[in-house]
């Protein structure tokens, strides 16, 4: 794991995390599309940013440049220079060390790592699961919930949906509409409530 060292001198364990995914090649001059699995993808993609991949032969790769388009980010990294090349980067994982007291500027944005793990309650205590990943889709973000029964709710990360946000208590306060819950039901669940009305 690696560490970084304090001004006291103290070494400390960084966070590492899966920041992206390397999708298909763009065009033929060595640039690729990337799944963004990050908040910050201004800063995690910053051109001149090393990343660690996984698998650790295709890197690290150090950022060129980044731009968006039609809503999809798109970097090119150093030494990457035709479609080939990108190409055979297609499914890599770009991983990024992270200090695990760094927290966004926004006090209303959150890292991936301070969600991930979170029970998810209702507004009337109601246990709703657990905070599997994040999912971050070109309309919006979405909460992965492992719910209880083994089923799996995706909640849309929206503040109708996510009134509160308690990291201290460790509690994720939502309020889904009803029939969302019922998708996240197993199917033999609803199979067997199906049976019982007729």
């Known amino acids: 794991m690696p560490t970084q060292h304090d001004t006291d001198g103290e070494s400390r364990e960084l966070l590492r995390l ?3 995914r ?6 033929i001059k060595g640039e690729v599309t990337v799944e963004v699995r990050t908040d910050d993808p201004d800063l995690r993609f910053a051109p001149g940013t090393e990343l660690v991949t996984d698998p650790a032969a295709r890197g690290p790769l150090t950022v060129r440049r980044n731009r968006e388009q039609g809503g999809r980010l798109v970097l090119s990294f ?3 220079d035709d479609r080939n090349a990108a190409e055979a980067l297609r499914n890599t994982l770009l991983v990024a060390d992270i200090d695990p007291d760094e927290t966004p500027d926004d006090p209303d944005e959150y890292y991936d790592h301070q ?10 205590g109601v246990e709703l699961g657990v905070v599997e990943q994040m999912i971050h889709g070109p309309a919006q973000d979405l909460f992965s919930i492992r719910r209880p029964n083994g089923g799996e709710l995706l909640l849309p990360f929206i503040v109708e949906f996510v009134p509160e946000i308690d990291l201290d208590r460790g509690v994720v306060t939502a309020d889904p509409p009803a029939g969302l819950l019922a998708l996240s039901e197993p199917a033999s669940a609803a199979d067997s409530s199906a049976d019982s009305e007729d």
């Open 18 to 20: 899966v920041v992206g």
């Open 22 to 27: 390397i999708g298909k090649a763009h065009g």
């Open 78 to 80: 150093e030494g990457v």
């Open 115 to 124: 969600l991930e793990g979170l029970a998810v309650r209702t507004l009337d």
